[in-house]
């Protein structure tokens, strides 16, 4: 099991962005705001980004979204992902099993704690698998989070690649 860990870890990526409309081919303009979003395929989440004509008349099935700005010359990309963004996309993980988003689920629990949405309280071992129990900031509940005893390494190229993928320094 934990090669396979590794393994998925290692050959594990997600495109950078085009700068064209997934859905029509058209090529963004600096200055011109998107939707990016991933998308579940046959080769696990993929990057896709979409103009707005396109996501509002199409309504594209997605896995999460958010919405995104080419940048004008030499303007820094403005970041449009909030923590609250990055918390429904920890949420929508929470069921997942496939190796890829456990450990995507798990490095997005890491940064989340940096930023003190979660806060860890303990841990337990089931079925041969570490649980971390943790208390989400500012509200009465909990949530479970498999440690798939990713190597550091691993952790930071997840972490760079997420960052490629949201388009935000993580």
């Known amino acids: 099991m934990r090669e396979t860990i590794d393994a998925m870890a290692t050959d594990w990526e997600i495109k950078k962005p085009l700068g064209q409309c997934s859905g029509t081919g058209t090529v963004f303009s600096p200055g011109t705001d998107y939707f990016a979003a ?27 979204f958010w919405r995104s700005r080419i940048p004008e010359g030499r303007e820094k990309k403005r970041l449009f992902v909030s923590d609250e963004m990055l918390v429904s996309f920890f949420e929508r993980l929470s069921e997942e099993t496939d190796v890829e988003k456990v450990n995507f689920r798990f490095v997005l629990t890491l940064i989340l704690m940096r930023k003190r949405k979660l806060k860890y309280e303990s841990s337990r071992t089931e079925e041969g698998r570490e649980i971390w129990t943790l208390r ?27 960052g490629q993928i949201l388009q935000v320094e993580l």
């Not at 896709?48 to 099935?61: A, L, M």
């Open 38 to 64: 991933l998308v579940q395929t046959e080769q696990g989440l993929e990057r896709r980004d979409y103009s707005i004509s396109f996501w509002e008349s199409e309504k594209p099935s997605t896995y999460c």
């Open 136 to 162: 989400v900031t500012g509200e009465d509940r909990s949530v479970q989070v498999v440690n798939p005893h990713l190597a550091e390494d691993q952790i930071e190229q997840l972490s760079s690649q997420m």
